[in-house]
């Protein structure tokens, strides 16, 4: 091989190379480089065709995959993260989103948004993006994240009329003239600046200038070096402030940093102890209160206890003020009631019974009448000497009632006569 052979053939590698970069950036593999040919004239149209593109079938793919509506309309929140967009596209028939997900792609436009009139929440963190444009038809948004992308100036945001939060860490802003779109943003409540190259005291005079900034994130800039009493001066000068740098700010704190603003150092430590005071007696009085309660509680069962024990009871506190009443007639009726006699002084004795006496004959001979025993008995069987009875019948009397009362009188004596006369004359 020549000289001038090898030669072309580091040219010819050195193109190669170079067409790689353009095309796949530095990181392209070796199908990348063949797949791409000759050398393009325009390197930007090509790396964008050969990332994947927005379509209505990927739409609908996603949609199917995070199990939303198949029809675009319905939709109100939409996932394109991680995919590797380069462009904002395809989102024409989505006119009802309220959240966009297009974090960790290589977005480099904020574009193709005028039909999301709805959109509240917009996610274009960890892109290639260099400028805030295009967000006029968002009215609105009110969360804004374009975190780690290639910002430099806060621009066209304005006209968002609702935008509450913009997170705008990890950036490439430097001066304070980069912020002073903020000073038309009044809606602003949350901002992340942290993590730029603020170095400027004079960001102060902006952040002052927005009314409702309760959460201010400035770590990472080396701008907090350069104000004395970084923390105690953003506290004071920022009225509605809530929260700085990932640390709540609480009335004391504020109480402290204001008196240290007027007064230096004795001023706040005065404060300080007068705020420990009032904590302390407001510990007391807690206590105090509880002592109080405990008290009380210990009364009221000592005084039911001791009605318990003298024979009172309380009323039940459930009950309301008619079965109140009515349990008070009811032992009012009770109390009227006579006594009854006691069992000492009532005649226990036992009350004489005295049974109807009946004669029961079934005989329906014809024969000549029985003959009477001379030792005829009412209280036993009564039986013929000669003509066998079919049917014996029982005869009752009231001979154990007269043994048990032998006081009868002479009106029983007579019905017992009768009844005897009645029997006799029932056997013949």
């Known amino acids: 091989m020549s000289c001038e052979d090898g030669k072309q053939d580091e040219t010819n590698a050195g193109n190669v190379f170079h067409s790689e970069e353009q095309i796949c950036g530095k990181n392209a593999t070796v199908e990348e480089v063949e797949k791409s040919g000759n050398v393009p004239e325009n390197s930007s149209e090509e790396k964008s065709s050969s990332s994947p593109r927005i379509t209505k079938k990927l739409l609908k793919d996603v949609c199917k995959q995070n199990k939303q509506y ?120 949350v901002l992340d600046l942290s993590h730029n190259r603020l170095n400027d005291p004079e960001v102060l005079t902006v952040l002052e200038k927005m009314p409702n900034l309760r959460v201010l994130y400035l770590k990472g800039n080396g701008v907090i070096k350069k104000i004395p009493n970084y923390r105690k001066s953003l506290i004071v000068r920022l009225k509605e402030l809530t929260y700085l740098d990932e640390r709540p700010v609480f009335p004391k704190e504020r109480a402290c940093a204001e008196a240290w603003a007027v007064a230096g150092l ?80 009532v005649n226990t004795a036992p009350r004489t019974f005295r049974p109807i006496i009946e004669v029961v004959s079934d005989s329906d001979s014809d024969s000549d009448p029985e003959e009477i025993s001379p030792d005829f008995s009412l209280f036993g069987k009564v039986s013929s000497k000669n003509t066998p009875i079919r049917d014996e019948s029982l005869i009752f009397t009231n001979q154990g009632a007269e043994a048990m009362d032998p006081k009868a009188d002479d009106e029983q004596q007579m019905t017992e006569g009768m009844q005897k006369k009645c029997l006799i004359e029932e056997l013949n």
Not at 90 to 98: D, Q, W
Not at 287 to 292: A, F, N, S, V
Not at 310 to 315: A, D, M
Request: aromatic share 6%; charged share 30%; proline share 3%.
């Open 266 to 345: 004795e001023g706040e430590h005065k404060e300080r102890e007068l705020w420990q005071m009032r904590e302390r007696r407001k510990i007391e009085e807690s206590l105090e209160y509880m002592r109080l309660i405990k008290e009380t509680a210990l009364k009221e069962r000592h005084a039911r206890e001791q009605q318990e024990e003298n024979g009172f009871s309380e009323p039940d506190p459930n009950l309301s003020s008619k079965d109140l009443k009515q349990t008070e007639q009811e032992e009012n009726e009770w109390k009227d009631l006579p006594d009854l006699d006691d069992l000492d002084t």
């Open 70 to 189: 198949m029809v675009p309309e319905l939709n109100d929140s939409l996932y394109l993260h991680y995919k590797g967009f380069s462009v904002i596209e395809g989102l024409e028939e989505y006119t009802g989103l309220h959240s966009l997900w297009l974090q960790c792609n290589r977005i480099q436009k904020i574009e193709n948004l005028h039909n999301q009139t709805e959109l509240r929440c917009l996610y274009l963190n960890e892109n290639l993006i260099h400028t805030l444009e295009n967000l006029e038809p968002l009215v609105k948004l009110r969360i804004l994240n374009v975190s780690h992308n290639y910002i430099s100036v806060i621009q066209n945001i304005s006209c968002l009329s609702e935008l509450s939060t913009l997170e705008i860490a990890h950036n490439a802003i430097e001066n304070v003239s980069d912020l002073q779109e903020l000073c038309h943003c009044p809606s602003i409540s």
